[in-house]
């Protein structure tokens, strides 16, 4: 059940670091160690990591697979160990589709909702403004909670992608307007911003796979197929757009560590392969 995934993964993960095994203490203290402070869809990805390195190693215990490049890295930090691994990272794949379902694609799904004052049409409209109007992650939508939200000076603190902390960011109008609407529906109580409306999970948190559905759903009555994560593409190459192509600017919008990585959109954007692509042409 989606509105109790969040909970599960996170006390799942609580729950296997300190994992007594039979091996060397400093190793269940690495390991233990190598988990403080991460992101729980970090943690869920590193567990994964290790459960798979312990069936490459057939090693009895999952702590005693921890032989990973991340935790070397640390043993040698803590000394622990004084070799390395110089084994290199898989690279990222570079994004296929930046451009996402366009500013006119996020306008007719906000326009299919409505002016409606419906309880969950009020929920979808403030979460699609999140994401396009603030271009958040789904992960940062679901981890808000309310004490997060700001109404009077207009402040939003997010937990942004590889944080330890939140981040205060200012909300632009619309978006603003969207979440006091939301948040004179669902009341002044402590806990998630955004939760599920229907009778049998009614006050629990959304979690991301709720999210992602919403926004499918909302884009096939529309004639798209699109995604949460495309609403954020769509942003960020709107705010392209409107900045001229000022990557510095916009890499405070979009809270990207990399400004190579905006260059990404900047390229879709303006189809700059493609421009080089037909001169060449042209001159054959």
């Known amino acids: 059940m989606d509105d109790f995934t969040d909970e599960k993964t996170n006390n799942e993960l609580v729950s296997y670091a300190p994992m007594a095994v039979a091996t060397s203490a400093p190793a269940i203290d690495l390991v233990g160690t190598s988990f403080v402070d991460r992101n729980p869809r970090t943690l869920l990805a590193y567990q994964k990591d290790l459960k798979d390195f312990q069936g490459f190693t057939r090693a009895p215990p999952l702590q005693a697979a921890a032989a990973l490049r991340s935790l070397v890295k640390l043993a040698r930090v803590l000394g622990l160990v ?22 006119a694609g996020f306008r007719m799904m906000l326009d299919s909702l409505g002016d409606s004052h419906v309880e969950k049409a009020v929920r979808d409209r403030a979460i699609l403004r999140l994401l396009f109007g603030m271009a958040l992650r789904r992960g940062e939508v679901v981890s808000l909670d309310l004490c997060h939200l700001d109404l009077e000076s207009g402040r939003l603190s997010v937990m942004g992608k590889g944080k330890t902390q939140r981040e205060s960011l200012s909300i632009p109008p619309k978006v603003l307007g969207s979440l006091q609407a939301w948040v004179e529906i669902r009341g002044q109580h402590e806990g998630p911003l955004f939760t599920a409306v229907d009778r049998c999970h009614r006050g629990h948190r959304l979690d991301g796979s709720a999210v992602y559905r919403m926004v499918s759903e909302l884009g096939k009555a529309v004639g798209l197929t ?8 769509a942003a960020i190459t709107e705010a392209l757009d409107r900045t001229n192509g000022n990557t510095r600017s916009v890499q405070r919008f979009s809270r990207h560590k990399k400004l190579e990585t905006l260059s990404l959109y900047d390229d879709a954007r303006q189809d700059l392969g493609g421009e080089v692509a037909r001169l060449v042409d042209l001159s054959a």
């Open 226 to 233: 699109t995604r949460p994560h495309g609403l954020r593409h």
């Open 82 to 103: 004084v070799w390395e691994l110089e084994v290199e990272g898989m690279k990222a794949a570079a994004y296929r589709d930046t451009r996402g379902p366009g500013m």
